[in-house]
Nanobody
Framework: QVRLVESGGGLVQAGGSLRLSCAVSGDSPSNYGMGWFRQAPGKEREFVAG????????DYADSVKGRFTISRDNTKNTVYLQMNSLKPEDTAVYYC?????????????????WGQGTQVTVSS
C-alpha cells in the first residue's frame, strides 16, 4: 500500500508564497517518481511538476516554470512544492501523485497513487 497526504495549502495574496508537502508512506515509499497536479473548478486536471525517484531530475509545466520548485527528501519520505510569485490563476486543488515511472511524465494516468488534495487559493 502507498499513502500520500498533502498539506500546506491555504489562502495567500498574489505575489506570495506557499510550500506544499506530500508525505509518502507504505512499502518502499522512496521508490516512486512523484508528481504534482492541480485542478481548478471547471478545468481539467493538469500537470504542474514532476521529480524522479532520486530527485535528480525535475520537469515543470510552462505556466509555473521559474516560479515553482519541486523537491524531495527521501530520508523523510516527503515531496515538496515550493510556490513563489503566486498568481490568482494558480488557484486550484493540488494533488500529489506517485507512479512506477522510468521518466517523468505529465500524463495523469501514468501515476498509480494519489493524495486527497489540498486547496490553494490566491487572491488578487
Amino acid at each position: 500500500q502507498v499513502r500520500l497526504v498533502e498539506s500546506g495549502g491555504g489562502l495567500v495574496q498574489a505575489g506570495g508564497s506557499l510550500r506544499l508537502s506530500c508525505a509518502v508512506s507504505g512499502d518502499s515509499p522512496s521508490n516512486y517518481g512523484m508528481g504534482w497536479f492541480r485542478q481548478a473548478p471547471g478545468k481539467e486536471r493538469e500537470f504542474v511538476a514532476g521529480i524522479s525517484v532520486y530527485g535528480r531530475h525535475a520537469d515543470y509545466a510552462d505556466s509555473v516554470k521559474g516560479r515553482f520548485t519541486i523537491s524531495r527528501d527521501n530520508t523523510k519520505n516527503t515531496v515538496y512544492l515550493q510556490m513563489n510569485s503566486l498568481k490568482p490563476e494558480d488557484t486550484a486543488v493540488y494533488y500529489c501523485a506517485a507512479g512506477n515511472l522510468l521518466i517523468i511524465s505529465p500524463v495523469s494516468h501514468r501515476y498509480d497513487y494519489w493524495g486527497q488534495g489540498t486547496q490553494v487559493t490566491v487572491s488578487s
